[in-house]
């Protein structure tokens, strides 16, 4: 080769004349080198060792319990549980007449312990408690000297037991004696007929000039001069709203209650109204005291009559037009100062006597007040301490 061609030989153009000085040395350590992968042993499954004569034996009887119980069953359980209860969904019962009511079934006391119908089903129903139609009484303070007046009245009158409950408008004060506690309702319980007759009236159920025939299947006995009317003899409704709560009329009740759909529509209304402790039990006369109330449920329906949301201005007039005129003015009425007037509905049992209403006074004053009386039977002390209670609560709510 020529000197100019070694000169700029290509193979190695920068004359050096080891190729290992050409390449730069590398800024980061070199790749280890791969080693081959050493094999792995092989797994050899331990021996088994061999089952005892004892554990043999156990199985066997294993087996033999497995075998008769599953035989148990294909002889006692399957064909039971196939003639009873998969075989009635194939084919029909052989005793067609005979049904299976399994509402009864799932409660089999509604039949005698319900207070609510829906869909042709009774059913037992609590009170609304978180959604009302009715509005709870604002309790501001507890009215103490007015309370202590009442128990030491009460101590003149050892064989009666009294519940009271007394609210103020202007303020919401309030004083109660075993208000919450519940007793026989008497007539005092056609307050919530007669607040239900307007609510279905409202809902369009009824007209208050529909009417009704009188029938000795409605007549009872007690107060009212219904009964003594001619057989099919026609009221209106209207006509027998007056009586019922003017003349305390338990045949005029009997009709209306039918007429909205008997108890249990009350008893429904109650419920969803939100009061717990009011109930009726049964028919008029109750002379047995089965219809039961509280003297602070009688003050929250007595409050709501003046609730815009919950009756109409018509009802509201209706209603305090017929308890305006209420014939029995000697309870609480009696103890009322002159000028203030009254509108209530008493309640006489032979051992509860009662009344309930709003008092207005002639200086403006308004409150509401709710007495009854546990007494022994027919006795004239229950009137004496209701009339002497009503004397001290408007002497020292009004003066």
Known sequence: MPKLAEKYDLRNPYGYNNTAQLMPKRPYPAAPRRTVREAQPRYVRPERKPVSRKAQKNYFIHRIISILFLSALAMFIFPFTYNRVIKSFFYKSPYPAVKTDYQKLLTPTSEYLHNDLFLDQYSLKGAETKKPQMLALNMNERLSNLENQLENLSSLYPSIEPSVFVWDYETGNYAGVNSDKIYSAASIIKIPVLIQLFRSIEAGQLTIYDTMKLTNYYRAEGSGSLQFKAENSVWTIDDLARIMITESDNSATNMIMAKIGSMTDVNSGIRQWGLGKTRVNTWLPDMGGTNTTTTEDLARMLYNLDNPNFLTMSSREKIFDYMG???????????????????????????????????????????????????????????????????????????
């Open 325 to 399: 005129h209420v014939h029995n003015d000697r309870l609480i009425p009696a103890g009322l100062g002159a000028g203030a007037v009254f509108l209530h509905k008493t309640g006489d049992i032979g051992k509860m006597l009662g009344d309930a209403g709003i008092v207005y006074a002639p200086n403006g004053k308004k409150y509401i007040v709710a007495i009854l009386a546990n007494r022994p039977y027919n006795s004239p002390l229950g009137k004496d301490y209701i009339v002497k209670a009503s004397e001290i609560i408007y002497n020292y709510m009004v003066k």
